[in-house]
């Protein structure tokens, strides 16, 4: 557990995303939720214990930002097209417990009965702010990680909640994302008053670390156009083309994370993706 600031809160620790949140004199305000339901439970015992929950903020409609939803209170708050996609096309209680069978299986009950992806009940669509007291929450729509991502910018705190359009433990799974907009918006951000970043995944980083990021993004997204350029099919270039994963997906000695073959899943769509933008001219 990190304390950013005097009042923020933020858990790295965590399979899936960072947890964070912010205690305002008018209560607390989360920002997404835990993967695993043993961690929203854990994360739930925490949090409660520092204020009334008044609202729970999505950066994006992912399962590893989304799942701990149900087992939290508060209202949830999300750009529009993250409500559209959690209400449309949720991950299947076939796919849910196949992941949990694997990471999280004593939590296996905690998804039996009831268990569903609870939506965001408040939207916005392409910028809106919250005030809780003195505490001034800044949510911005972007396309980038996803069509549907959210930034959080706290102007007094200098803090930016990035949700996954940064990330300082690899590269997430670029499926379905903005790349080329994904690129704007990293060096949008340069021009924002703030000092620290919370990521989606990983540390949190000074504001430095923008183009360290999007360099890393690029090296990837280059890797591909070369090996297109020397007229490698996908297939080929599922074989030829390795980077670092999002390691916070990742089971280590510790901790149990996705199976190799959901990793390995993450890992062909985001070169499916960049490989389909280029051909498309996108990117
Ligand atoms: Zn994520």
Redesign the pocket.
């Known amino acids: 557990m990190l304390k950013i600031r005097e009042h923020i809160y933020t858990i790295t620790e965590n399979l899936?995303?960072n947890d964070s949140a912010i205690v305002t004199e008018e209560g607390v305000v989360l920002i997404d939720t835990p993967h695993k339901p043993s961690d929203a439970l854990d994360w739930y015992a925490f949090v409660r214990t520092l204020g009334e929950i008044k609202y729970l903020i999505n950066?994006?409609h992912?399962p590893?930002?989304v799942t701990g939803n149900y087992f939290m209170p508060g209202v949830i708050v999300s750009h529009e097209g993250t409500r559209k996609n959690l209400i449309e096309k949720p991950l299947t209680p076939e796919h849910t417990r196949e992941l949990m069978e694997f990471m999280d299986k004593p939590a296996l009950r905690l998804i039996e009965h009831g268990f569903f992806y609870r939506p965001p009940t408040i939207t916005y669509s392409d910028r809106m702010q919250l005030y809780l007291g003195k505490t001034e929450f800044r949510l911005w729509h972007r396309r980038a990680?996803t069509p549907n991502s959210t930034l959080i910018y706290l102007p007094q705190e200098k803090v930016l909640f990035s949700?996954?359009i940064v990330?300082t433990i690899g590269i997430?799974?670029l499926g379905g994302s903005c790349l080329r907009e994904w690129l704007q918006v990293l060096d949008e951000l340069e021009a924002l008053d703030f000092t620290t970043i919370v990521p989606?995944?990983g540390e949190p980083v000074e504001k430095s670390y923008l183009p360290k990021f999007k360099q890393e993004l690029q090296t990837i997204f280059e890797m591909v156009r070369d090996r297109m350029g020397k007229g490698l099919t996908l297939e080929e270039i599922y074989d030829d083309v390795h980077y670092q994963p999002?390691l916070?997906h990742c089971s280590t000695k510790e901790y149990i994370g996705y199976c190799d073959a959901e990793i390995e899943k993450f890992r062909k769509a985001t070169l499916r993706e960049i490989y389909q933008q280029i051909e498309k001219g996108l990117l």
């Open positions: 899936g995303s950066t994006d992912h590893d930002h990680h949700g996954d990330c997430p799974c989606g995944h999002d916070i």
